[in-house]
C-alpha cells in the first residue's frame, strides 16, 4: 500500500557528503517512524538511524556523529544528510517506515565511499 523511493545515492569520495530523500507515495506525518538502514555485501542489515513522526532521532553509534536525519512531514520526505564518509559506509541505503508491526522498505539506494 506505502511505496519508498529513495533518491541521493552515488559514488563520493572519502570525507564527503551525500544526502539521501526517501519519499513516500503517502501522508506519513501522524503515522510513521521512519528510519534508514543499510546493507553493505556480505553483511547484515543495519540500523543506521530512526526519526519519529515529531522528530525525535536516534542513531547507531557508528554513524551519530557524521549523519543527521529529518522529516518534512508535508511532503512525505526524509533525509538522510552524510557527512565525512568513509568507505566503511558503501552500502546499499534503504528507507523504512513502520506503523506499528507493520513495516514498508524502499527498494534501496547504492552508496558507494571510495578511499
Known amino acids: 500500500q506505502v511505496q519508498l523511493v529513495e533518491l541521493g545515492g552515488g559514488l563520493v569520495q572519502s570525507g564527503g557528503s551525500l544526502r539521501l530523500s526517501c519519499l513516500a507515495s503517502r501522508s506519513t506525518s501522524a503515522t510513521y517512524t521512519m528510519g534508514w538502514y543499510r546493507q553493505a555485501p556480505g553483511k547484515q542489515r543495519e540500523l543506521v538511524v530512526t526519526i519519529t513522526v515529531r522528530g525525535s532521532t536516534n542513531a547507531a553509534d557508528s554513524v551519530k556523529d557524521r549523519f543527521t536525519t529529518s522529516r518534512d512531514n508535508a511532503k512525505n520526505t526524509v533525509y538522510l544528510q552524510m557527512n565525512s564518509l568513509k568507505p566503511e559506509d558503501t552500502a546499499v541505503y534503504s528507507c523504512?517506515?513502520?506503523?506499528?508491526?507493520?513495516?514498508?522498505w524502499g527498494r534501496g539506494t547504492q552508496v558507494t565511499v571510495s578511499s
Open positions: 523504512n517506515g513502520r506503523l506499528g508491526v507493520i513495516n514498508y
